[in-house]
């Protein structure tokens, strides 16, 4: 069994992988600075909607939403990988009073807490060597979980995979919660988001 394998497939169906180089900064193109007088619930909602369709998993709405309309490798809560289902289970946040202005911007602070994917994978390829000790002692004839190239059978590694992590998720599952500063700017007449460094850190699951 090659766990680096397995690893990297992991990490990929957890995503949150997300390209932030043209959301840095609002540039040139942005609409004058926000008036004081103005109301700030178009801030406000842009930052709520924002949020929600993370929690939600909905890509669409959530990159309609990012400043230069970034790419968000995610997944709806209705995915079937163990990985995701776990991610969204711990999924939750929390706005900390309304939109304030800084400069010309506006911001909102939210705090984001989060499944730490570490906490989950760090005792994974133990679990799993364990696991299929057990099952080679058991076995009547352990040769017949081998393949022809000396490497365990797909349909046994699976399974056992699957039950490792299950049992990292019951049992090892840590959270992590951030504080995290949304800065939102009205582009083209829409109220768009730029995630800070925090936040782009929790949808990875803490995974640098």
């Known amino acids: 069994m090659k766990v680096s394998k397995f690893f990297a497939a992991l990490f990929a169906l957890l995503g949150t992988v ?9 540039f040139a193109n942005r609409d004058a600075s926000p008036n004081l007088g103005d109301t700030t619930r178009g801030a406000n909602a842009c930052a709520e909607n924002f949020m929600a369709a993370l929690a939600a998993g909905d890509a669409d709405t959530a990159r309609s939403l990012l400043y ?7 997944r ?13 289970d711990h ?41 299929l000790t057990a099952q080679l002692e058991q076995a009547e004839d352990p040769s017949a979980l081998y393949g022809e190239d000396d490497q365990f059978l797909p349909e046994v590694v699976d399974p ?18 951030r504080s995290c500063k949304l800065q939102l700017c ?23």
């Open 186 to 208: 009205k582009s083209d007449g829409r109220w768009q988001v730029i995630p800070d460094a925090n936040l782009l850190l929790a949808l990875a699951g803490g995974v640098n």
């Open 18 to 26: 997300i390209t932030v180089g043209s959301i840095l900064f609002c």
């Open 76 to 88: 709806g809560r209705d995915n079937a990988d163990p990985i995701w289902q776990a991610y969204y």
């Open 91 to 131: 999924f939750q946040y929390a706005f900390s009073g309304d939109s304030y202005m800084t400069g010309t911007d506006f911001y909102r602070d939210v705090s984001v807490t989060t499944l730490d994917v570490p906490s989950v994978t760090s005792g994974l390829s133990l679990r799993a060597k364990t696991l």
């Open 68 to 74: 230069g309309g970034a790419e968000l490798d995610i």
């Open 160 to 177: 056992i995979m699957e039950q490792a992590f299950s049992d990292a998720i019951r049992e090892d599952a840590a959270v992590q919660t």
